[in-house]
């Protein structure tokens, strides 16, 4: 964990390939059951995006109507971060991954059944529930069934994450050359294999000794410094999904070409958000890192929407490197800038950023109705440009209180998080 003001604290990424007994190679079934759900979990998110075109044909739609896929998606997905802590606290971790799961498999399935843009974006909220349900009870799960050494497997599920963003494109792409169904098949299929496993493999995890209430999130969100990261965040995935869901349309590709970008684009992602960001933070500072970064981010989308088609390549892919920067820089202030419990405060934190992630992909492609193909961009670059101007106005909230950074015992915060309770380890609630 970072730092706002200095450099992250020993993390979870030393010796994390060790073959010793804390390494990341020798985590039990369990964790890689979970993790491997995860993965396809992830996948989820980028799956449609190589063929938003094709599903437009097939269904006579237009690409706002398409885009809506991302919105009641992501809309669900805000609305539940107020509800899976609730239900895990009283029901489990195990029952909670289960539960997600079975929401995926049955309306992935559906999905690929669907005869109009209505039934499939109605289809897509029913998944969207069903992930959040999942994601957000993972990591807690993996470092739960873990034995010893939680950094491998924290780094594990980071791990999945990355993997899942770069690689949902991939099979998008590969399924969807032959029809845009096959995609959400494929996903439900994946998904029953994980819940099979999950099934097999994973005993229950402990309870958290006090329930969470549906109010708490909202609560946590009275605090400052949460409240202006969670804004700030608000307005940099509206940029971060203008680019998931937008570009697409006006790259105009096949599905394996477009694929192809998406992968180039998640593996940035996935490398600037577990090894490169952390050492920008070390030497820099976290609120630097994160200001400069969406500085560089709203350049990058200036030129992809003003440049050639080459240049939008180029520009696509390398804004995976500054989200996956950000993503990383975010998720750490909002856990450690606020004293409410790391689940509670990530759960506050989420509920305002996802409705961003709604917003963008219905309103870019209706901005671009309204006026022509740049403007969309253009007002991507002004919310990432609002984001930073969040960070700097609100620098003194936003920085990490030393009592945070360490324990009571003189832990740094990263150790603690290492060590603490499973419950108390769902740090990352969709943290990417």
């Known amino acids: 964990m970072s730092s706002s003001t200095g450099g992250p604290v020993t993390g979870a990424g030393a010796d994390v390939f060790d073959a010793g007994a804390g390494g990341i190679l020798r985590r039990p079934k369990a964790v890689w059951a979970t993790a491997g ?30 885009s809506l896929l991302f919105t009641s998606y992501f809309l669900i997905t805000a609305v539940a971060m107020l509800v899976t802590g609730f239900v895990s606290s009283r029901i489990g971790g195990r029952r909670t991954l289960l539960l997600g799961l079975a929401f995926v498999v049955v309306f992935a399935g559906l999905a690929g059944t669907s005869n109009s843009v209505g039934e499939l974006v109605g289809f897509r909220a029913g998944w969207g529930l069903g992930n959040a349900l999942f994601v957000s009870t993972a990591l807690a799960v993996i470092v739960g069934a873990a034995a010893g050494g939680s950094a491998a497997a924290i780094l594990l599920y980071e791990s999945a994450l990355g993997l899942g963003m770069a ?22 299929f994946l998904m029953a294999v994980g819940f ?5 493999f994973l005993k229950e995890q402990p309870k958290p000794a006090r329930k ?7 609560k946590a969100l009275g605090h400052g410094g949460l409240a202006s990261a969670a804004v700030s965040a608000f307005f940099y995935n509206y940029t971060f999904f203008t680019v998931l869901a937008f570009t697409p349309f006006v790259l105009n590709m096949t599905p394996y070409k477009s694929g192809a970008v998406f992968f180039a684009w998640g593996v940035l992602l996935a490398v600037f958000s577990v090894i490169v960001a952390p050492r ?15 500085v560089l981010l709203a350049a990058d989308v200036v030129v992809l929407g003003y440049g050639d088609h080459t240049t939008a390549i180029v520009c696509t892919i390398l804004s995976g490197a500054f989200i996956g920067v950000n993503n990383t820089v975010y ?12 689940p509670v405060a990530s759960a506050g934190y989420n509920f305002v950023r996802w409705f961003a992630a709604a917003a963008a992909p219905y309103l870019a492609p209706k901005i671009e109705e309204w006026s022509d193909i740049h403007i969309p961009f253009v007002v991507a670059a002004v919310t990432a440009s609002l984001g930073a101007l969040v960070v700097f106005v609100r620098r003194n ?25 499973a419950s108390e380890d769902s740090v990352a609630v969709f943290a990417n």
């Open 212 to 218: 969470t209430s549906l109010l708490d999130p909202i």
């Open 37 to 66: 759900a995860s993965v396809v979990a992830f996948m989820g998110i980028g799956l449609v995006d190589p063929i938003l075109p094709s599903i437009a044909k097939g269904l006579q739609a237009t690409p706002s109507q398409v």
């Open 196 to 200: 099979l496993c999950i099934t097999a």
């Open 331 to 342: 998720t750490e202030l909002a856990l450690g800038v606020s004293d409410a419990p790391r």
């Open 167 to 188: 690689c949902g494109p991939l099979l998008g792409a590969l399924l969807g050359d032959a029809s845009w169904r096959y995609p959400f098949f494929g996903t439900a």
């Open 280 to 294: 920008m933070q070390k030497r820099f500072g976290s609120l630097k890192v994160l200001g400069g970064s969406l």
């Open 397 to 421: 909230a936003l920085t990490v209180p030393h009592s945070r950074l360490r324990s009571s015992g003189g832990t740094p915060m990263a150790e603690e998080l290492q060590t603490r309770h």
